[in-house]
């Protein structure tokens, strides 16, 4: 894998935060979900931004 440079690298770890945050803020709207099939969708959006997140890092 070539090397990044630091404006590539700056991004990655903006685009990872996001995802991470996104991540703690959609199991915060899950846990306060009332409605079963929403809560669902928030976890799921959930894991899909974790394993985003996650393959992200391996750019790094």
Same mark, same amino acid.
């Given at each position: =894998?070539?090397?990044?440079? !630091? &404006?590539?690298?700056?991004? @990655?770890? /903006? =685009?990872?935060?996001?995802? !991470? &945050?996104?991540?703690?803020? @959609?199991? /915060?709207?899950?846990?306060?979900? !009332?409605?079963?099939?929403?809560?669902?969708?928030?976890?799921?959006?959930?894991?899909?931004?974790?394993?985003?997140?996650?393959?992200?890092?391996?750019?790094?």
């Amino acid at each position: =894998m070539s090397h990044l440079n !630091q &404006m590539e690298l700056n991004t @990655l770890r /903006e =685009m990872i935060g996001g995802h !991470q &945050m996104m991540v703690k803020k @959609l199991n /915060e709207y899950a846990e306060r979900c !009332q409605d079963q099939q929403v809560k669902q969708m928030f976890q799921q959006a959930s894991q899909s931004a974790q394993t985003s997140s996650q393959k992200l890092l391996t750019f790094m």
